[in-house]
Nanobody, 121 residues
Framework: VQLQASGGGLVQAGDSLRLSCLASGGTLRNYDMGWFRQAPGKEREFVSGIRWSSGTTYYTDSVTGRFTISRDNAKNTVYLQMNSLKPEDTAVYYC???????????????WGKGTLVTVSS
């Protein structure tokens, strides 16, 4: 499975963006999917995830209430709607297929190419 994230860009604080993650070469239907981000000089961190079976969603505390993850299995695409963006959300965002039920980076099966989100104050 190959993943391609898109939708990043330069926005101002308070603006919104929607990231998309399109899969090719396979289906996302049976995978838990996660969004991660990596800011300059920092480690890659979990942002949000969605279970393939139940659709249950998970968020890191800093984005809860502002970000929403969703998936469209028919389109083989996972989305991350990001509202009320803050400068600290600036990072390269990556989508990933997960295994083992964990949201740790060590549980990533496939990484997508990232998309840069820059939020100016």
């Amino acid at each position: 499975v190959q993943l391609q994230a898109s939708g990043g860009g330069l926005v101002q604080a308070g603006d919104s963006l929607r990231l998309s993650c399109l899969a090719s070469g396979g289906t996302l239907r049976n995978y838990d999917m996660g969004w991660f981000r990596q800011a300059p000089g920092k480690e890659r961190e979990f942002v949000s995830g969605i279970r393939w079976s139940s659709g249950t969603t998970y968020y890191t505390d800093s984005v809860t209430g502002r970000f929403t993850i969703s998936r469209d299995n028919a389109k083989n695409t996972v989305y991350l709607q990001m509202n009320s963006l803050k400068p600290e959300d600036t990072a390269v965002y990556y989508c990933a297929t997960m295994y083992g039920g964990s949201w740790r980076t060590s549980s990533v099966l496939y990484w997508g190419k990232g998309t840069l989100v820059t939020v100016s104050s």
